[in-house]
């Protein structure tokens, strides 16, 4: 079980809690996570780069309910949470989290919460100049696997393309997104 494995790890162990000092409750030991916070923020430099604003092509191919189409826009990205998150920033400039890097875990996690709900990971983090992300995806009701494998072309473009694992077991694709930088 969870808690059980954190102490049996040394993780955790009993300590005085910050609400009430005079109660013994689990603390994270200071040793086992002092490396985390410098862990992360290196991590999190692998994404300096997508900071500012971009274009964005959307191109869908044809299926049999619908045509081929490109849907063009813009998108704003700040690293924000005191840079422990990649935030898409919305016209009025709210940001969402959308990625970050759990140090426990060692993964990259992407976060849907808009419309698309899931939370999508990635063990295997940047390989060169891709990383890919993998899970289960809510979107507009239909729920599926996703993988989303994004691109660094350089650091003014970069893409994305999703793919949906099919019943054969395989990805099949879905759609490509192009930014480049304004």
């Not at 971009?54 to 191919?61: F, L």
Request: charged share 25%; with cysteine.
């Amino acid at each position: 079980m969870l808690i059980e494995e954190l102490f049996g790890r040394g993780i955790m162990t009993m300590g005085p809690s910050r609400a009430d000092p005079a109660r013994q409750v689990g603390v994270f030991r200071p040793e086992a996570v002092a490396q985390l916070p410098a862990m992360r923020a290196a991590e999190m430099g692998k994404f300096r780069w997508i900071a500012g604003e971009w274009s964005y092509e959307n191109e869908v191919p044809a299926s049999r309910h619908n045509p081929a189409y490109v849907d063009i826009g813009s998108s704003r990205f700040a690293l924000c949470e005191k840079d422990t998150w990649v935030c898409g920033v919305a016209p009025d400039g709210a940001e969402g989290r959308q990625i970050t890097f759990d140090p426990f875990s060692r993964q990259w996690i992407y976060m849907l919460a808009r419309g698309s709900y899931g939370l999508l990971r990635s063990a295997e983090g940047w390989i060169e100049n891709r990383i890919a992300f993998s899970g289960t995806m809510t979107m507009i009701g239909i729920t599926c696997e996703w993988r989303m494998t994004w691109t660094k072309e350089n650091e003014d473009a970069f893409g994305f393309v999703n793919e949906e694992l099919g019943e054969d077991g395989a990805w099949h694709y879905i759609d490509r997104w192009r930014f480049l930088r304004k």
